[in-house]
């Protein structure tokens, strides 16, 4: 069965304190590895896809890369504005998502 | 539209009354899902669509739950005779084309049932 695993659950970080969260997963066949971050209220936004092992995308203060079996979001001088909760999933064979529980963010001014 | 828009944005129900909720995927996305939101961060898929056309309803509750995407109209999510445990935030998404296309998430609709 397809298994996503985030840690850590929860995160405090002052500004500027770089860090990363990782995601790990046991699928059958790897489709794809989709980074979410998501707000209170708010529906998850998509941050980046990571289709095979060695890959890397970023955006702003964050970077995703991929091995075989996990992926670490890597978040370089946090502001305040960054926290949120980063959330990774990975599609069955008919798409469907498989979330990890998550991890909350915090940063700290 | 570019986003997709889901509505009510929270709807209150008494236990055993019907639910509906709506979701009107981005123009151009062919492929809708619903998912479940009970507690924080657990999302439980329910069913997707390829158009008009049930693609994966392998989530979907047999008995109270059923959903629909018609052309030229929202797609509709029905929960009849609902209970407490119905309770949740229920999000959309769609995506362009074949799975494993990124999904793009409506802010939800947030069910109370009392």
């Known amino acids: 069965e397809d298994q996503v695993t985030q840690s850590p659950e929860a995160l405090r970080l002052q500004e500027g304190e770089s860090s990363s969260l990782n995601c790990s997963y046991t699928?059958?066949?790897?489709?794809?590895l989709f980074w979410y971050r998501q707000d209170p209220g708010k529906g998850p936004e998509f941050l980046f896809t990571?289709?095979?092992a060695g890959e890397e995308k970023e955006k702003e203060r964050l970077k995703a890369t991929l091995t075989k079996k996990e992926s670490f979001l890597h978040i370089t001088a946090p502001k305040p504005e960054d926290s949120a909760t980063y959330l990774c999933a990975v599609p069955s064979n008919t798409g469907k998502l498989i979330f990890g529980q998550g991890t909350t963010l915090q940063v700290k001014p | 539209g570019e986003e997709v828009a889901q509505t009510p944005k929270h709807l209150v129900r008494g236990e055993g009354q019907k639910a509906k909720l709506y979701c009107a995927p981005i123009?151009?996305?062919?492929?809708v899902f619903w998912y479940q939101q009970v507690l924080k961060n657990e999302f439980k898929f329910l069913i997707s669509f390829q158009n008009e056309n049930v693609f994966d309803e392998t989530g979907m509750p047999k008995e109270r739950f059923s959903a629909k995407c018609l052309p030229n109209s929202p797609c509709s999510l029905e929960i009849q005779a609902t209970k407490l445990e119905d309770s949740a935030v229920y999000f959309c998404?769609?995506?362009?084309?074949?799975?494993?296309?990124?999904?793009?998430f409506g802010d939800g609709t947030r069910l109370s049932i009392l």
């Open positions: 998404a769609s995506s362009p084309g074949s799975p494993p296309q990124p999904q793009h």
């Open positions: 699928v059958s066949g790897l489709r794809g």
């Open positions: 123009k151009g996305h062919s492929y």
């Open positions: 990571l289709y095979s």
